[in-house]
T-cell receptor
Framework: AQSVTQLDSQVPVFEEAPVELRCNYS??????LFWYVQYPNQGLQLLLK??????LVKGINGFEAEFNKSQTSFHLRKPSVHISDTAEYFC???????????FGKGTLLTVNP | EAGVVQSPRYKIIEKKQPVAFWCNPI?????LYWYLQNLGQGPELLIR????????DSQLPKDRFSAERLKGVDSTLKIQPAELGDSAVYLC????????????FGPGTRLTVT
């Protein structure tokens, strides 16, 4: 079985400030990790993914995430956020021969002027 | 490249009525998923198709929900009869590589049952 915990349900920040959205996972097998973003009234869009190799993964819109196997974490970061980054962010895990994508409950990032 | 298409985008029905949602995946994507997303929650898988075969429907409430993907391309998800608790967003996704889990999502259908 696998699970995802997003530690913050809401993160308010000011424009141009750095942000970190936290994600921890549990799985009994090797995992693939993902961050998706969901803008209001839209579907989910893939931000970035970790499949193997370098533990620092860069994605779209200036986001990056670091896979930490010992801490079972995959935190999402951006050094300077924009108003347009306001959205819901979902961390997800997929493991082993099990295709299944398990999502966290999401973190609402609100960027204020 | 066209994305995953879903219709309708919004649907309001009275309880006990039937409802159907349609999804057309990205061309060439053999795997299709239907998810349920409740307010303030992440998506939860209802059913997964590999071509026309439903390979995982363990989370689909089969007493009232059904799905089909007859020609291995587009798919329909049906609820009959709908209950108040079915109010949610129904998302469709597709992928080419089952193992990596990278999925592409449609905009969803927001269902309101009154």
């Amino acid at each position: 079985a696998q699970s995802v915990t997003q530690l913050d349900s809401q993160v308010p920040v000011f424009e141009e400030a750095p942000v970190e959205l936290r994600c921890n996972y549990s799985s009994s097998v090797s995992v693939y990790l993902f961050w998706y973003v969901q803008y209001p009234n839209q579907g989910l869009q893939l931000l970035l993914k970790y499949l193997s190799g370098s533990t620092l993964v860069k994605g779209i819109n200036g986001f990056e995430a670091e896979f930490n196997k010992s801490q079972t974490s995959f935190h999402l970061r951006k050094p300077s956020v924009h108003i347009s980054d306001t959205a819901e962010y979902f961390c997800a895990v997929s493991g082993g021969s099990n295709y299944k994508l398990t999502f966290g409950k999401g973190t609402l990032l609100t960027v204020n002027p | 490249e066209a994305g995953v298409v879903q219709s309708p985008r919004y649907k309001i029905i009275e309880k006990k009525q039937p409802v159907a949602f349609w999804c057309n995946p990205i061309s060439g994507h053999n795997t299709l998923y239907w998810y349920l997303q409740n307010l303030g929650q992440g998506p939860e898988l209802l059913i997964r198709y590999e071509n026309e075969e439903a390979v995982d429907d363990s989370q689909l409430p089969k007493d009232r929900f059904s799905a089909e993907r007859l020609k291995g391309v587009d798919s329909t998800l049906k609820i009959q009869p709908a209950e108040l608790g079915d109010s949610a967003v129904y998302l469709c996704a597709s992928s080419t590589h089952r193992g990596s889990g990278e999925q592409y999502f449609g905009p969803g259908t927001r269902l309101t049952v009154t």
